[in-house]
């Protein structure tokens, strides 16, 4: 298993008999996820450029980034358990 998200995603449960099973995620979890982080990714670099080039922090920005941060850390750990 190639993609890193859908293996961090992928529950393991102890199916009949004893043995244990991996349970993938659905498709759609795997994208949503994906495309949070990359909009995290983005919107950090963003925050860095608007640092560069204006020399201010821009708060709505970095309340978008630690928002979408709770939401993948609650994602994974929700999904793990």
């Known amino acids: 298993m190639t993609d890193w998200v859908k293996k961090a995603l992928t529950r393991k449960r102890v199916g009949r008999k004893g043995l244990k099973e991996a349970v993938e995620p659905d498709e759609r979890l795997v994208l949503g996820t994906k495309f949070a982080i990359a909009l995290t990714f983005s919107l950090t670099a ?3 450029a608007h640092l560069a080039l ?14 979408l941060t709770g939401t993948i850390t609650g994602i994974l750990i929700s999904q793990k358990s």
């Open 46 to 48: 963003l925050e860095i």
């Open 54 to 67: 204006l020399g201010t922090w821009n708060s709505e920005v970095f309340a978008t980034i630690t928002g």
